[in-house]
């Protein structure tokens, strides 16, 4: 049980039953500061083309969608001293690195790999690494029912769950990534989940385990599935510095109530080589993955127990 | 060198004064002073010598002592709410006298205002003090009609809390856990049930209320913002009797007996929750499993053995549960003290305590067993034991001098816990961590004449952090970020210090009367806390864990300044007093971003340290006679933190921080059996962090502050309005006893006040970005209790 699943069990506990705790939109003055660099690009061993986006930051309650950077240079060099080319061809600040065969990958486990963009006058890089990952073993479900009809999703279904075990040494992260019919499913960033060895955090050492229920069952996003529906997962392999940027991205995205924290800004691995240059946010990842799925088939479901 | 002189002439004087007084034959009168209906103890009754225009006061014992030359004298016994009772004495010998006194009487004509003065207020040295009878917290109104006393005391001067159905209380800008909150004088590590909503103490259990936020004398140490000082029923020593209620939340009984002719007697006190047996029946499948409630009983036994030497024993168990069944989550306290009162002559009174505290938590995510091969278990506790004299000598009428020590220990479990994953198990358990702290004081009472009384003491306290225990050092990369230990660390053997502290903490009160109705007080105080509640959420939770004092985290010290001015009016009808106060903090504790304070080896890492100054204006005025009594209360303050790495290491508000607090409390006896009542509170709304930016990443609209800026804006303001009405019924409940309703009205004009605002994507379009206003209590909330007594 993560701390956040607590507090959020808490809160309910103690809201829900006797009171009447309410949310609801309103308008606030906030101040707005200058429009900074966004990086969102994330590289992996998967071959096939690679895609970093380069965007604007606005004011918080700009609900319109970011402006695009184009005109950047981008590439990215590996420590074999490849370097790898980004293009905006549509002037939409979406760089791409195509390669010559679909089956070529830009990553490779234990490849370590360097950012750099020209955007506007400013230089910036970062840096990340590609860090090995457990296969899936296997993926299992079960008959399940809730007590009550949730508002979406069925009362009665199944419940899945994959296997896969970390590896033996202290400080593996993962991410791990839900897919149902073949695409990503759980994409809100509250539902982010999170490994740190096969347990939720640094402070539980679970090195070396099977990932614990928990983590297994997370790519059920709150929801039990029907028969027909095919649900897998893809475990990506992050470094700490990426394990962080996810966890605050996560807590950031859901933190209200009783429980709150202070908010702090979510951090970032892009820097500017001038120290005094103007700053950018976001963040550059790379993982290798492993993936499996599996269709549910409710002659092969474990009953309910 | 004048005033070397002049000091040095001074003291001369008053040695000579005291001198001069053991000239003549003098003799010692003392003794108890009790409640005539059931033999309760009453602390703090004015005994007034008329003859020496001097007196004292009950200690929380209700006993007294006074030295006087031999003659004729006349003891004047007063005390709010209580008829004045005058005693002739010729004092020849020493002397014992225990007096009884009765309620005044429910007439209400009572508007007319006797002619003797309830002054304590002007008069003693008391300042930043401030009382509630349980008679008044049962008629304010209340959540759900539930009487508590926490929620009571958040209605004075100086006292806020971060938002409805937050654990605890702030004082003077101080956070919730620099609260030393005694319960028959062992600390209570977490005043709530169901997180803030209600507290721990049974009100039908509980005697009286006194809370010191400022000018804390030297008999109390150990947390640096304030001691909530909470005493219980000794139980009647008069007559049976049965106390209870039935309310929207809790069911309560108390029953009360004297035994061995009245030497002795005992009070149990018992409170359950019951929604969940309300609920059962409606619940089916697995929600028949679902298990909610919160209870606690208190107990104690006082039996006075000879005319001196009485003994107590009181206890307090309670306990939150939530489960269902998949998931299994318990807290709570236990507290047991004992003490004995002994008068060794009538000068001399000692009272030992000795007492056991624990508090802990469990979570288990597999109550039933149901799935032994992926499961998950973690307990928390800590445990203190402490012995603690205290002598009160009274020298002479003019000099009362107290003196005594402690001695805790400190045994903390942060975290038990096994993780099982597939049938294979992970012991992530911490280490125990343990220490001691030892403290000495003396201080003494002292008037000089009777426009000028000074009370001044000193406490020494001293810490240790004792091994076993394996010690980090950490490695700091970049300022307000997470530090890394230096592993491996160094093993402390059991026994060895890992660390030691200690302070000397001056306390110092003044009292000048500028005339019989009006004072001006000046205190100063310095506190230390060895012992701090790690919690980085808006309210503290039950889960957060109470650490001890170690290598890198330093006592947290205290030094606060105060001034006010009391005067009394219209014979004491009503007391004002104004207050100014400036505290400075040391070694305050702030925490990383994304800080993992639970069941981390390394949480010293993730912590941060700075410094932390709150000031403020309090303004009070209170009526006490008549059919309309209550209080305005009027706050005005600061509090504020500096912490390295936080906010551009530049000052900030702290998260409950409020400059405007206002309160009126108004209690209304319309006929005999008919009381209305009243309270309004307005707030300033709490900090609040805003995000100025926000940036797109991977179909996320995510917040970011260019400025990095902490707690730079606030929520809108709060208040609200509740109202009570009891009705004592007319027809005696068994022939003998009495019952009444109480109907309340929480939150009257259906005000949605914000706990919080905080901002967030839109639920269904994750790259559109809204404010959230999110109120604990959005809407009116009315209750009716019925009370009954036999």
């Not at chain 2, 001069?20 to 003392?30: G, L, P």
């Not at chain 2, 005044?104 to 002619?115: A, D, G």
């Amino acid at each position: 049980m993560s701390k956040s699943a607590i507090y959020l069990l808490m809160s309910l506990f103690a809201v829900s039953i006797f009171l009447t705790s309410c949310e609801d939109a309103i308008g606030i003055k906030t101040e707005t500061g200058p429009a900074e660099l966004v990086v969102d690009g994330w590289i992996t061993n998967k071959s096939g083309p690679q895609t970093i986006r380069l965007s604007l930051s606005a004011a918080y309650f700009d609900n319109s969608p970011a402006k695009p950077a184009p005109g950047a240079e981008v590439t990215i060099t590996d420590d074999q001293g490849a370097v790898y080319t980004f293009t905006d061809e549509k002037g939409k600040g979406v760089y791409k690195w195509t390669p010559k065969s679909d089956t070529v990958a830009l990553g490779r486990i234990g490849g370590k790999y360097f950012l750099q963009i020209k955007y506007s006058g400013e230089e910036y890089t970062a840096t990340n690494e590609i860090k090995r990952v457990p296969k899936i073993d296997s993926m299992a479900y079960k008959e399940e029912s809730f007590p009550i009809k949730p508002a979406d999703g069925p009362k009665d279904g199944y419940l899945a769950q994959f296997y896969a075990r970390d590896f033996v040494g202290l400080g593996d992260t993962y991410w791990i990534k839900a897919l149902k019919g073949g695409r990503p499913y759980g994409t809100d960033p509250g539902d982010i989940s999170l490994a740190f060895d096969a347990s939720f955090n640094p402070g539980s050492p679970s090195d070396g385990l099977v990932f614990i229920q928990p983590l297994r069952q997370s790519i059920n996003i709150n929801k039990l599935l029907s028969a027909g529906d095919t649900i897998g997962v893809e475990l990506y392999s992050i470094t700490l510095e990426s394990y962080y940027f996810l966890f605050q991205v996560r807590q950031e995205t859901t933190n209200g109530g009783i429980f709150a924290v202070p908010p702090a800004n979510i951090p970032t691995n892009i820097s500017n080589k001038n120290p005094g240059g103007k700053k950018a946010l976001g963040f550059f990842g790379a993982s290798a993955v492993s993936r499996a799925e599996t269709v549910i088939d409710p002659k092969k479901a474990k009953p309910k127990s | 060198m004048k005033n070397r002189i002049r000091i040095a002439g001074l003291g001369f004087m008053l040695l000579l004064g005291t001198l001069n007084a053991q000239a003549q034959e003098k003799y010692t009168v003392s003794g108890y002073v009790k409640d005539i209906a059931n033999g309760e103890g009453l602390i703090g009754v004015s005994v007034y010598i008329r003859e020496a225009s001097t007196g004292v006061v009950t200690n929380p014992y209700g006993f007294y002592s006074i030295t006087l030359p031999q003659g004729e004298y006349s003891l004047v016994f007063s005390y709010i709410g209580y008829q004045k009772l005058t005693e002739r004495l010729t004092l020849n010998a020493d002397q014992r006298l225990n007096v009884e006194m009765s309620t005044e009487s429910k007439q209400l004509e009572e508007v007319v205002i006797s002619t003797k003065k309830e002054d304590e207020n002007v008069r003693s040295l008391e300042m930043s003090v401030n009382k509630i009878d349980i008679k008044t917290i049962r008629q304010i109104p209340a959540l759900l009609g539930e009487v508590d006393v926490i929620r009571s005391i958040q209605l004075l001067p100086g006292v806020t809390t971060v938002g409805e159905g937050a654990s605890g209380f702030n004082v003077r800008g101080g956070d919730v856990s620099q609260n030393l909150i005694l319960l028959d004088e062992a600390p209570v590590y977490n005043s709530s049930h169901l997180f803030g909503f209600f507290s721990v103490f049974n009100p039908d259990a509980v005697k009286d209320v006194k809370l010191i936020k400022g000018g804390i004398p030297a008999q109390y140490g150990g947390r640096i913002s304030s001691i909530l000082d909470v005493r219980m029923k000794e139980g009647n020593t008069k007559k049976r009797e049965v106390n209870g209620g039935i309310g929207t939340i809790f069911s309560r009984l108390t029953y009360e007996q004297p035994f061995a002719a009245g030497r002795g007697s005992f009070i149990v006190a018992a409170r359950r929750s019951y929604i969940d047996v309300l609920a059962k029946p409606f619940l089916k499948g697995d929600l028949k499993q679902t298990r909610f409630n919160f209870y606690d009983l208190t107990a104690k036994v006082n039996y006075r053995i000879n005319d001196k030497n009485t003994v107590y024993a009181s206890g307090y168990f309670g306990r939150d549960v939530f489960g269902a069944s998949v998931f299994g989550f318990g807290w709570g306290n236990g507290t047991a003290t004992a003490r004995w009162n002994h008068i060794f002559s009538n000068k001399l009174f000692l009272n030992l305590t000795t007492y056991y505290s624990n508090y802990d938590y469990a979570i288990n995510s597999d109550p039933n067993n149901k799935t032994p091969k992926d499961r998950f278990e973690w307990n928390s506790k800590i445990i203190s034991s402490s012995v603690k004299p205290d002598f009160t000598y009274y020298l002479t009428p003019n000099n009362q001098i107290s003196f005594g020590g402690q001695y805790i220990n400190y045994d903390s479990r942060p975290g038990n816990a096994v993780a099982v994953s597939s049938g294979e198990s992970r012991n992530i358990s911490l280490d125990s961590r343990f220490g001691d702290e030892s403290a000495l004081y003396i201080a003494n009472e002292q008037k000089i004449s009777d426009r000028l009384s000074l009370q001044y003491g000193l406490r020494y306290s001293f810490y240790r952090n004792l091994g076993p225990g394996q010690i980090y050092q950490y490695q700091e990369f970049q300022e307000g970020q997470r530090k890394f230990p230096e592993l491996p660390g160094t093993a402390v053997p059991k026994g060895n210090v890992i660390k030691q502290y200690g302070n000397w903490e001056p306390r110092f009160s003044m009292n000048i009367g500028l005339s019989p109705t009006t004072s001006i007080k000046v205190s100063y105080n310095r506190t230390a806390q060895y012992l701090h509640l790690l919690s980085n959420t808006a309210a503290t939770s039950p889960l957060d864990v109470w650490t001890l004092s170690t290598n890198i985290i330093k006592p947290e010290i205290a030094d606060q300044v105060a001034l006010g001015w009391f005067q009394n009016f219209r014979d004491n009808t009503y007391e004002a007093s104004v207050e100014v106060y400036y505290k400075d903090l040391k070694n305050q504790i702030d925490y990383v971003r994304n800080s993992d304070l639970l069941l981390n080896r390394y949480v010293e890492g993730d912590l941060l340290f700075g410094k932390g100054r709150a000031y403020g204006a309090e303004f009070f005025l209170r009526k006490n006679k008549g059919r309309l009594t209550g209080w305005l209360s009027y706050t005005l303050a600061r509090t504020e933190r500096l912490i390295d790495g936080v906010n551009n290491d530049d000052w900030f508000p702290a998260r409950f921080d409020k400059p405007h607090n206002f309160t009126a409390v108004g209690i209304y006896n319309l006929k005999e059996r008919l009381t209305l009542s009243s309270t309004f509170t307005f707030a300033s709304g709490t900090p609040a962090t805003f995000p100025t930016n926000r940036f797109e990443y991977n179909g996320w609209a995510l917040p970011h502050n260019v400025y990095n800026a902490r707690n730079n804006n606030r929520i809108p303001s709060y208040n609200r309005l509740d109202l009570a009405l009891t009705l004592k019924s007319k027809k005696k409940l068994f022939g003998i006893g009495q019952g009444e309703w109480v109907f309340s009205v929480y939150n009257a004009y259906n005000r949605r006040n914000p706990y919080s605002v905080y901002v967030q994507q839109n639920a269904d379009n994750p790259l559109t970005t809204e404010a959230i206003r999110f109120s604990v209590i959005g809407s009116v909330i009315p209750a009716v209790t019925y009370n009954f007594k036999f």
